[in-house]
């Protein structure tokens, strides 16, 4: 059985090679042998060469007559999930959408990111007291990371 730690420490070796700011994302290997390797760049976007590196690295280091695989390599897409801190850190200024453990849900711009919290800068319309015109209010709000199941970016064709 192909291990997970093998086929990032692969997958490092190239990205350390390239040097061009990739970092991986996520690695997943199911019972029938697909290894699904998904990487990101810390500026910019995965390229096609990037990901046919990464994966000629992995694949010419892992020997089909021990153990018969399939490998996909891809960049981590703009509908997944973010799921690791350079990815946040890519993304602040961008819009997100987070969904709460308790299902609460909350979207604004992405501020700030650490492995322990995000600040959350949301926009509201509020009419004040006394007034005819609504105001805008804006307001930041840190949530823990504990608290967040899942941040996504917010696509916009505007």
Do not use: W, Y
């Not at 996909?72 to 997944?80: I, N, Q, R």
């Amino acid at each position: 059985m192909i291990n997970k730690e093998l086929v990032v420490k692969l997958a490092q070796e190239r990205i350390d090679e390239l040097d061009r700011g990739l970092f991986i994302v996520d690695v997943s290997i199911s019972k029938s042998m697909v290894i699904n390797l998904e990487i990101d760049k810390e500026n910019g976007n995965v390229a096609i060469e990037d990901c046919v590196s990464v994966s000629r690295n992995v694949e010419h280091n892992l020997d089909r007559e021990e153990e018969d695989f399939e490998l996909h390599v891809s960049s981590a897409g703009l509908d997944k999930p973010l799921r690791v801190l350079p990815q946040f850190l890519k993304n602040v200024g961008r819009e997100v959408e987070i969904v709460l453990v308790n299902g609460t849900k909350k979207a604004g711009i992405l501020k700030e990111a650490s492995n322990e919290s995000l600040v959350l800068e949301t926009t509201r319309q509020e009419k004040p007291e006394g007034k005819k015109k609504k105001e805008t209010i804006v307001e930041a709000e840190t949530l823990p990371m504990s608290e967040i199941k899942e941040t996504k970016i917010v696509i916009s064709f505007k």
